[in-house]
């Protein structure tokens, strides 16, 4: 194991993100700020709690998670795609590392990322509302879990990205329809039962309802259930990332 | 004895069918300079990549150091740096951070000292702090030879060091090849100008069409392969070559004033003492006489020419 090598490539990565501090942290900052302006204040006054929860807490789950879904793929896909098109790509390919050292340098750094966004979307949160965290422990686990998860995905997009257009392809058609659907600002126990149904197709959901639960205690499905769907989406990831080592898939001719 | 890197049977075939490499041999020496000289897409990049593992090997064995470059990558790969042909590099980061993320990379804990050294006799040091975007083209490959070296590599492979580089920069960068040699540093480097394999080289390769057509001293192969050529400047102008001399290799100058007579180093007789005995009997009167030793881009021309036809 290379762990100098994997050391270089998260140090050099985390140096991109701190090299670029305000946009880092600042742009998802004010639009989650935004959000709580918004949806918290002006649908508060409509809509007063949801399953006994007042409305302004209820969402800032569901902003954490949204913002850091995102966060994670667009900075673990940059992160691999911005060397392959500026070519230093080479230096990876002729050191002596091997792929999944590669992989831990990358997702790592992404992850980090997006974790350190989530805790600062998180104090923000209670400059808003007063949040009492049922479950800190489980709430941590998922965050750290959905911003490992979300990174090997962005890391996949990185990899299949042959232009920046396709680079922002899956995250426009797929992940943010399917994060905006996933009970980010409601609960789906809200919705008809057709799209009640339909939202239990959404892998997002689990992801949402769980860490819900670990603030609140409650959920629209079951804690296991949740917990059983990431552990399901990042056996996927992990198991494409193995994929794509045996194959060279996109990266080595 | 095999050489520091040793090539056998490589072949090279990508996807679409294209045989990059067929079939090459290649023994490269400890500490030498060999240059790789081809014409564009003669699949001297291909080699390069496929020696550092960037390209997968089709077919035969790569070792450096002794180490098979597949099953021992990693104690292969360490020993090698590689400046590519292109300038890639991460343009907002650091000269220093660069460097850094190369040597860890590779493996190597941090050495500050060594990097610093690096960098002095890359004349970067003053530019260690700058971002790399606001450097000149000139220093960018200089910190591309940085990174390379920056894991204290044995071999060096230099992918057109001096391609799109003006005649300064070039002189320069030879000068910094000759130092890294004089460090013991084994060094590969790929170039289409003839004139710098002539300069700096130990050894040339000539590659072409994916196969090596030779391998061998720079000096040996110019006094082998040279030609060489006397010319005669006339005290008066001839309007043709007098039959009498019809059976020597000659050529007329347009104005008639000078007479090249082209012959083989390598042969037994040159036929020089002949031919000027000759050009007396004729009545030719002679003002002056200089030879020309053939060049290795003459050299060069012929061999690709002979392998193309």
Redesign the interface.
């Given at each position: 194991m290379?762990f100098?090598?994997v050391?270089?490539?998260y140090?050099?990565e985390m140096?991109?993100f701190f090299?670029t501090l305000l946009q880092s942290f600042l742009s998802p900052v004010i639009s989650t700020s935004l959000y709580f302006v918004v949806f918290g204040t002006a649908l508060a006054s409509r809509i007063e709690t949801v399953d006994g929860i007042e409305y302004a807490a209820f969402i800032v789950p569901g902003l954490i998670m949204l913002t850091v879904m995102t966060q994670s793929i667009a900075n673990a896909s940059f992160g691999i795609y911005f060397?392959k098109f500026?070519?230093?790509v080479?230096?990876?390919?002729?050191?002596?590392?091997n792929f999944l050292e590669i992989v831990v340098g990358y997702v790592g750094a992404a992850a980090t990322k997006s974790l350190i966004i989530g805790l600062i979307i998180l104090a923000t949160a209670f400059l808003f509302v007063d949040l009492d965290i049922q479950h800190p422990m489980a709430m941590l686990c998922f965050l750290v879990l959905t911003c490992l998860s979300f990174s090997l995905l962005g890391f996949i997009i990185g990899i299949w990205a042959g232009n920046f257009e396709q680079l922002n392809l899956v995250p426009l058609l797929v992940v943010t329809p399917l994060v905006f659907l996933g009970g980010s600002f409601y609960s789906i126990s809200m919705l008809p039962q057709i799209w009640q149904t339909v939202s239990l197709f959404n892998p997002v959901v689990y992801l949402i309802s769980g860490f819900r639960w670990a603030f609140f205690g409650q959920a629209d499905v079951s804690i296991g259930l949740s917990l059983g769907a990431i552990g399901l989406f990042t056996l996927g990831c992990m198991t494409f990332i193995w994929w794509i080592f045996k194959t060279?898939w996109r990266i080595?001719? | 004895m095999t050489g520091i890197v040793s090539v056998q049977n490589l072949r090279k075939t990508y996807p679409g069918g294209l045989h990059a490499l067929k079939g090459i041999n290649l023994e490269i020496e400890e500490g030498e300079i060999l240059a790789l000289l081809g014409p564009n897409g003669a699949g001297k990049t291909t080699l390069i990549s496929t020696i550092c593992g960037i390209s997968k090997i089709t077919e035969g064995k790569i070792t450096v150091g002794g180490m098979d470059i597949v099953t021992e990558y990693r104690k292969a790969r360490s020993m090698i740096g590689l400046v590519p042909q292109e300038i890639t590099l991460e343009p907002f980061e650091t000269v220093i951070n660069s460097v850094r993320f190369s040597r860890g990379l590779f493996g190597k804990p941090k050495n500050e000292a060594y990097l610093d050294q690096v960098l002095e006799s890359l004349s970067l040091l003053d530019k260690k702090d700058a971002r790399v975007i606001t450097l000149s083209g000139g220093m960018k490959r200089r910190v591309l030879i940085a990174k390379a070296l920056s894991h204290e590599p044995r071999v060096l492979f230099l992918d057109e060091p001096t391609a799109g580089v003006d005649v300064e920069l070039r002189k320069d960068m030879w000068n910094t090849v000759r130092k890294l040699k004089q460090q013991g540093v084994t060094i590969i480097l790929t170039t289409h100008y003839i004139e710098e394999a002539e300069a700096i080289a130990d050894r040339i390769g000539v590659i072409n069409g994916g196969e090596i057509l030779l391998v061998e001293d720079k000096n040996a192969l110019m006094a082998r392969m040279g030609k060489k050529k006397i010319r005669i400047d006339l005290m008066e102008a001839a309007n043709k070559i007098p039959n009498k001399l019809k059976s020597y290799d000659l050529d007329l100058a347009k104005d008639g004033k000078a007479l090249t007579y082209t012959y083989d180093t390598k042969s037994e007789r040159t036929g020089i003492t002949g031919l000027l005995n000759d050009l007396q009997a004729a009545g030719m009167q002679m003002r002056d006489v200089q030879t020309q030793q053939s060049s290795l881009e003459d050299i060069f021309v012929g061999l690709v020419q002979e392998s193309s036809t």
């Open positions: 290379n100098q090598g050391r270089a490539i140090t050099f140096a991109r090299r060397p500026i070519g230093t080479y230096e990876l390919f002729s050191a002596p590392v060279g080595r001719s | -």
